[in-house]
């Protein structure tokens, strides 16, 4: 059976380009299919500004929610990365066969490190460590496969140099892994800015919807999205980034094709009424099942507790065999 890991970082609420890039399809598809793991990157939390508090309290609800969006502790591993020290360890080790240039190519490196001094604030040293990290969490178990939406694709390219080079330098201890995506919902824009992706960190309120928006909220964001100067509904994603953000949106909640949904609508209005309802109908149920978990942290606790004893057990030979092979003196 193959191995899958994905995470999902609690820097702020989180986002139906969360969940229609990642979270469903790891519920509908990936814990059904293979041996999963899905982790709330807490570490990661801790590479920009941060409010403890706000972590702490992020990371629960980011691990509820992938609950109600239909992660099953009977089918899947679902653990806080913190809690499993593997990931830290292994971490170093890749620090060690990874280069400084290899680290500040990163897109997502110089986009947030760029935003960082540009308020003035400087950049934390694990900012440009974060890909290593992840690469760490991906490793360590042996993972085949890590179903992320499109901004994440080339973490995992640098994953699979960095794995390729350790077992070349210092012999075979990592499976090579490689990205899945969905085929729609794989990028979904932020709806007032439809030139960047919708960022559960980012500050534009009005253009993310989040997977606890009250559906009036949704139905506002959605309504007041930015269109496109045009009055036909075409899909082109970069004459009309607004109008194709709203088909790609509709499509991946109804399972259509926006393409073939530009041919059905002959206004923006009515593509927006109806891409709104599509949306509060998916979050619905989700929304619902949150609501339950709350009424019962101790369920939730548990999971993770379960979990985290699942994943130290799988983490912990894949990194030892790791630091053996480097060279460090195995501990008696
Ligand atoms: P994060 O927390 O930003 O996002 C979690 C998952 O959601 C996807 N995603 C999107 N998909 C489509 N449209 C969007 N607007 C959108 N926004 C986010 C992301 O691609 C991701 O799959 N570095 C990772 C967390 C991480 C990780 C890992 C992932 C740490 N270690 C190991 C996989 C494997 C991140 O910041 O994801």
Redesign the pocket.
Known sequence: MKRV???????GH??????????RQWAAVDQHRADALF?V?DL?ALTVDHDPARVRRLSRQAATLLLAAGLDPRLCTLFV?SHVDEHARLSYVLECVATDGEMRRMI?YREKAARERERGGSVRLSLLT??V??AA??LAYG?DE???????VQ??EL?RDLALRFNQRYGQAFVVPRATHPTV??????LQEPMS?????DDSGPGIVYLLDEPDVVRRKVVRAVTDSGREVEYDRVKRPGVANLLEILAACTGGNPEALADVYESYGALKKDTAEAVVEILGPVQARHKELCADPGFVEGVLRDGAERARAMARPVVDAAYRAIGLLPAV
């Open positions: 890991f994905s995470g999902v970082k609690p820097t989180l986002t139906l380009g969360n969940y229609l890039g990642a979270m982790c990157v990661h990365q997502q974060y890909p990290l992840m969490d991906i993972t890590v179903p992320v939406g499109d901004d994440q973490h995992v994953t919902g794989a990028r979904v824009m932020n992706k919708m960022g559960k960190s």
